[in-house]
């Protein structure tokens, strides 16, 4: 197994930087897509965001004090994109706020319901923010993460799914927007739902899903793979996926498969005084492991952000690992090539582009 390169690499390059929310820099050729994580005081936002992007325990997010400005940090990865922490109960729409500062990027808006709490004036505000932004720029994705629902029975969860799902149409439909881009998701930073809701906020925004999830559908309709996701290293959220119904148990393999590898890499991949390379080695990380109930998991890593992993459940996979390495060399080409940037030019030596079928 060669574990190499997967580690350090994948930086949130910019340190969170706290600005004042009345001089936000937005100008010039900062094309970034956005995303606002907004809501009431002690929803989860500062939580949510320091979970998925920066790596925290869940148990620490006790310990986060209350944000007092708009946290804006920008994340450098396959896609750059920035993420605003807001504080509670900000009332953004008064005019001490330029609303195209804050709206005025493409991009989407998390709004962050504690389920735990009373949520009715959360909705309430939800409800006039969704009109305001869909008057004025209704290109924005409006994502409801109905969090803290670690805390619920599952009969409860569905209920208060559901109440805030109808409280939010019902209103929307008495203003006319009839079919208005509202999503909504059970989120919990103790799990991986936040993770799966994140991946799905995020794929919104990348111009090319379609055609990834079409050269992932051909990979795993040709080696025969029962699901595959192409996943963002440090922040594990998924980017895409085959089209296949998502399947939470093999999304928490593979995402922890992932930092299986990513500490193994971190232990061994010192510069040790005496050893020698015998050979050319290939750049990029590559992995397999078969559990106890002949299930593969293969990894392999796509770029400096982008690593594929898939579960594979046809018992003759194992002796066809050449094939899958191949097929997956041939993927790596095409999505270099669907993200045609400086990272990636490393990548010179282009092999075929056929595809070898199973
Ligand atoms: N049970 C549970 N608690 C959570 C979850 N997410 C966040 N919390 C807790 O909620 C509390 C508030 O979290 P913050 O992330 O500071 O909330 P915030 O929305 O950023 O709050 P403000 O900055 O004041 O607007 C913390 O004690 C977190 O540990 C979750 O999924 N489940
Ligand atoms: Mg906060």
Redesign the pocket.
């Known amino acids: 197994m060669s574990a190499r390169s997967m580690e350090g690499n994948n930086q949130v390059a910019a340190p969170t930087q706290a600005r004042s929310a009345s001089v936000p820099n937005t100008k010039g050729p900062d094309v970034k897509p956005r995303l606002l994580?907004m809501?009431?005081?002690?929803?989860?936002?500062?939580?949510?965001?320091?979970?998925v992007f920066h790596k925290m325990p869940?148990?620490e997010?006790?310990f986060?004090?209350?944000?007092?400005r708009i946290q804006k940090d920008s994340i450098h990865s396959f896609m750059d994109f920035q993420v605003w922490?807001?504080?509670?109960?900000l009332e953004y729409f008064e005019s001490a706020f330029d609303l195209e500062d804050i709206f005025g990027s493409l991009g989407a808006l998390v709004w962050?319901i504690?389920a735990?709490d009373d949520y009715l004036d959360s909705v309430a505000r939800l409800n006039r923010t969704i009109l305001t932004v869909q008057q004025f720029y209704p290109g924005i994705n409006i994502e409801v993460f109905i969090?803290?629902?670690?805390?619920l029975s599952d009969e409860y969860r569905t209920d208060t799914f559901q109440d805030i799902v109808q409280r939010i149409s019902d209103e929307l439909s008495d203003a006319g927007y009839e079919n208005a881009p509202v999503h909504y998701y059970l989120?919990?930073?103790?799990d991986y739902s936040?993770f799966e809701a994140f991946s799905k906020v995020i794929q919104k925004l990348i111009p090319n899903l379609s055609t990834l999830e079409n050269l992932i559908n051909t990979l795993a309709n040709n080696c025969g793979f029962e699901k595959t996701y192409l996943f963002d290293v440090l922040s594990k959220i998924y980017i895409a996926s085959d089209t296949r119904p998502v399947d939470m148990a093999c999304y928490e393999m593979c995402s922890d498969y992932i930092d299986v590898i990513v500490d193994i890499s971190e232990l061994y991949s010192w510069d040790h005084p005496v050893r020698k390379r015998l050979g050319d080695q290939i750049q990029e990380a590559e992995s397999h492991v078969v559990l106890h109930d002949q299930t593969m998991i293969h990894l392999m890593e796509m770029n400096k952000y982008l690593c594929l992993v898939s579960v594979i459940r046809n018992p003759e996979a194992k002796d066809k690992r050449g094939l899958i390495d191949m097929n997956c060399r041939t993927f790596q080409d095409a999505l270099n090539e669907v993200f045609s940037r400086s990272w990636e030019e490393r990548s010179t030596a282009q092999v075929g582009s056929a595809t070898a079928n199973k």
């Open positions: 994580l809501g009431l005081r002690r929803s989860g936002k500062s939580s949510i965001a320091s979970v869940p148990n997010t006790l986060l004090e209350s944000t007092t922490d807001f504080p509670g109960q962050v504690d735990q969090h803290k629902v670690d805390g989120t919990s930073i103790y936040v």
